[in-house]
C-alpha cells in the first residue's frame, strides 16, 4: 500500500496535473483535515469524503481498478474516511470493499451505502430488501456497518424499518435516507426527517444548487440529523462552467486554491453539512478534494460572492 508520503511525492511530481501549495502538501501529511460531528452521537467525520457514482462506477465496471486502489488508498492516508456508495452505482460496492481488503484499510473506512429494491410505481419486497442489505455487508467484508440509508426515499414504511432494526441489533451504527432530485419533492424528504428517527440524509448541493439550503438543511439542524453533500461539482456541469479560468484570487483567502476545492468549500461551509462526497476515480483528484478540508471555510459573505461569481458564468452546455 502507497503510504502518505508516497503520494505526496508523487502528486508533487505530477504538478502538471494538479497543484497543491506546499502549504497544503504539509497539512495533509500531518492529516489536518476539518471534521464536523455527526449530531446524534457527536462522533467527528472528516468534513470531505469520496462517492463512488459516475467515473468511479465507471471504471468499478472494468478489468483494470488500480486508479480505484489509488484513489482509496488517497483518501485514507491523508485523513478522509468515509466512503459514499450504492448497489445501485454498478460493481462500486464490490469493488471498493475488495480493495479496501487487499489494502488492508476495511476497518478504516466509515462505510456509507444504501438499499432500496422499490420499483416504480411499486412498493419494496422486504426479502429483497434484507437481501441486498446483506449483500453490502459481504461486499465490505464487515459485520458493523456505519450508515445505511434508504435511497431516494424508496418505500420508507417498508425499508426503513428494516434497517431500523439491524441498528437497534448492533449491525448498523447510522441509518438515514437520500434524495436527489430538486424542487418538490423535497416535502417528501422534509416529512421522513420529522417521521423517522433519522441519523443522516442525504442531498444533492452546490454552488448552482443551493435549493436545499431554503428548507431542508435549517430542518436538518433543527432535528439533529446529519447531511452528505453529493455531486458538490453538479456532475460536469461547474467544470464546463467554469472552463479554463483560474480561481479568482479572493477564493485563495479561504484556502481554494483549485476550482474542486472552491465548490467543496462551499458546500462544506453550511453549518448543516457533515461531510461532502465528491466521487472521482483520479488519486491525484482525491488529494485536490481533500485540500477542501484544510484551511477554513468561507463566511456568509464570501459564500454569496461565490454564488455571484458562478451566476454570472456562461451556463453548461
Same mark, same amino acid.
Request: charged share 20%; glycine share 10%; hydrophobic share 40%.
Given at each position: 500500500?502507497?503510504?502518505?508520503?508516497?503520494?505526496?511525492?508523487?502528486?508533487? %511530481?505530477? $504538478?502538471?496535473? &494538479? *497543484?497543491?501549495?506546499?502549504?497544503? !502538501?504539509? /497539512? =495533509?501529511?500531518?492529516?489536518?483535515?476539518?471534521?464536523?460531528?455527526?449530531?446524534?452521537?457527536?462522533?467527528?467525520?472528516?468534513?470531505?469524503?469520496?462517492?463512488?457514482?459516475?467515473?468511479?462506477?465507471?471504471? %468499478?465496471? $472494468?478489468?483494470? &481498478? *488500480?486508479?480505484?486502489?489509488?484513489? !482509496?488508498? /488517497? =483518501?485514507?492516508?491523508?485523513g478522509g474516511t468515509v466512503f459514499d456508495t450504492a448497489p445501485?452505482?454498478?460493481?462500486?460496492?464490490?469493488?471498493?470493499?475488495?480493495?479496501?481488503?487487499?489494502?488492508?484499510?476495511?476497518?478504516?473506512?466509515?462505510?456509507? *451505502?444504501?438499499?432500496?429494491?422499490?420499483?416504480?410505481?411499486?412498493?419494496?419486497?422486504?426479502?429483497?430488501?434484507?437481501?441486498?442489505?446483506?449483500?453490502?455487508?459481504?461486499?465490505?467484508?464487515?459485520?458493523?456497518?456505519?450508515?445505511?440509508?434508504?435511497?431516494?426515499?424508496?418505500?420508507?414504511?417498508?425499508?426503513?424499518?428494516?434497517?431500523?432494526?439491524?441498528?437497534?441489533?448492533?449491525?448498523?451504527?447510522?441509518?438515514?435516507?437520500?434524495?436527489?432530485?430538486?424542487?418538490?419533492?423535497?416535502?417528501?424528504?422534509?416529512?421522513?426527517?420529522?417521521?423517522?428517527?433519522?441519523?443522516?440524509?442525504?442531498?444533492?448541493?452546490?454552488?448552482?444548487?443551493?435549493?436545499?439550503?431554503?428548507?431542508?438543511?435549517?430542518?436538518?439542524?433543527?432535528r439533529g440529523i446529519g447531511v452528505l453533500v453529493y455531486v458538490?461539482?453538479?456532475?460536469?456541469?461547474?467544470?464546463?462552467?467554469?472552463?479554463?479560468?483560474?480561481?479568482?484570487?479572493?477564493?485563495?483567502?479561504?484556502?481554494?486554491?483549485?476550482?474542486?476545492?472552491?465548490?467543496?468549500?462551499?458546500?462544506?461551509?453550511?453549518?448543516?453539512?457533515?461531510?461532502?462526497?465528491?466521487?472521482?476515480?483520479?488519486?491525484?483528484?482525491?488529494?485536490?478534494?481533500?485540500?477542501?478540508?484544510?484551511?477554513?471555510?468561507?463566511?456568509?459573505?464570501?459564500?454569496?460572492?461565490?454564488?455571484?461569481?458562478?451566476?454570472?458564468?456562461?451556463?453548461?452546455?
Amino acid at each position: 500500500m502507497l503510504t502518505r508520503r508516497d503520494w505526496l511525492r508523487t502528486t508533487a %511530481a505530477a $504538478g502538471a496535473a &494538479v *497543484t497543491l501549495s506546499p502549504d497544503i !502538501l504539509r /497539512a =495533509l501529511e500531518r492529516q489536518e483535515m476539518m471534521t464536523r460531528a455527526i449530531p446524534s452521537t457527536g462522533e467527528q467525520v472528516p468534513i470531505v469524503g469520496l462517492g463512488s457514482s459516475a467515473t468511479f462506477q465507471r471504471v %468499478a465496471r $472494468g478489468d483494470d &481498478v *488500480t486508479q480505484l486502489r489509488n484513489v !482509496l488508498s /488517497a =483518501l485514507v492516508e491523508n485523513g478522509g474516511t468515509v466512503f459514499d456508495t450504492a448497489p445501485s452505482y454498478g460493481t462500486s460496492e464490490e469493488v471498493a470493499g475488495r480493495l479496501a481488503g487487499e489494502l488492508g484499510i476495511t476497518d478504516r473506512i466509515f462505510w456509507a *451505502t444504501k438499499v432500496n429494491v422499490a420499483r416504480r410505481g411499486g412498493g419494496a419486497d422486504p426479502a429483497a430488501a434484507r437481501t441486498q442489505i446483506e449483500n453490502s455487508f459481504e461486499y465490505f467484508g464487515v459485520d458493523e456497518m456505519e450508515l445505511m440509508q434508504v435511497h431516494n426515499l424508496g418505500d420508507l414504511p417498508v425499508q426503513m424499518p428494516i434497517i431500523q432494526e439491524l441498528k437497534a441489533e448492533g449491525r448498523i451504527r447510522y441509518i438515514g435516507t437520500t434524495l436527489t432530485p430538486r424542487g418538490p419533492q423535497y416535502q417528501g424528504l422534509m416529512q421522513a426527517m420529522r417521521d423517522y428517527p433519522l441519523d443522516f440524509i442525504g442531498v444533492d448541493y452546490a454552488v448552482d444548487n443551493t435549493d436545499a439550503a431554503d428548507e431542508v438543511l435549517p430542518l436538518a439542524q433543527e432535528r439533529g440529523i446529519g447531511v452528505l453533500v453529493y455531486v458538490p461539482f453538479g456532475r460536469t456541469r461547474l467544470w464546463n462552467r467554469v472552463g479554463d479560468r483560474e480561481v479568482p484570487d479572493w477564493a485563495r483567502e479561504f484556502g481554494a486554491n483549485s476550482w474542486a476545492q472552491f465548490f467543496i468549500k462551499f458546500a462544506a461551509a453550511h453549518p448543516a453539512v457533515t461531510c461532502v462526497t465528491p466521487a472521482t476515480s483520479n488519486p491525484e483528484h482525491m488529494l485536490d478534494n481533500l485540500g477542501a478540508g484544510l484551511g477554513r471555510m468561507p463566511n456568509e459573505e464570501e459564500q454569496q460572492r461565490m454564488v455571484e461569481y458562478v451566476d454570472a458564468l456562461p451556463s453548461a452546455g
